[in-house]
């Protein structure tokens, strides 16, 4: 069996102490986070970082200690499986840019409005995965959790 691997974020900044998140919507019609195919050489997190910056022109810092993935076989490739590695991303004082030949559309919303317009159940498992882990590890301790890079 293939594997096709990408790399992404769930991206969020606060306005007024909210956190907000990033939700692209794809050319096709439905709602993810933006991501992509790794690169020769690249490492996953470089991947990501890129991946966001080409999709929505900013440059966010990775937080430290999340990390998931979603897998899932691609129906028009047989015995192909996608593996997509997301990690959770942090921006501040930027300007979302929509990469228009790659979306329809780009959406900053709270988390149960991000976590309602999403289609799929594993992009809500992923959201639901990164607001607690920011809910346990954010707002409990006064220390960063953001990678210094």
Do not use: W
């Not at 102490?17 to 690249?42: A, I, T």
């Not at 997190?45 to 966010?60: D, K, M, S, V």
């Not at 959770?88 to 709270?110: F, H």
């Not at 607001?131 to 346990?136: A, P, Q, S």
């Amino acid at each position: 069996m293939k594997c096709e691997k990408s790399c992404g974020a769930v991206v969020f900044t606060k306005i007024n102490n909210e956190v907000r998140y990033v939700l692209v919507q794809q050319s096709e019609g439905f709602h993810g986070f933006p991501k992509g195919h790794m690169e020769d050489g690249e490492t996953e997190e470089q991947t990501a970082l890129r991946e966001i910056f080409e999709e929505i022109g900013i440059r966010p810092q990775i937080v430290k200690g999340f990390r998931t993935v979603d897998e899932h076989m691609i129906p028009k490739k047989a015995d192909t499986i996608k593996e997509i590695v997301y990690f959770l991303t942090e921006y501040t004082n930027q300007k979302i840019v929509v990469q228009k030949d790659e979306l329809l559309d780009v959406k900053l919303l709270p988390y149960v409005e991000a976590y309602n317009t999403f289609e799929y159940e594993s992009s809500k498992r992923i959201l639901k995965e990164a607001n607690d882990f920011l809910n346990m590890n954010f707002y409990e301790r006064n220390e960063s959790i953001i990678d210094d890079q």
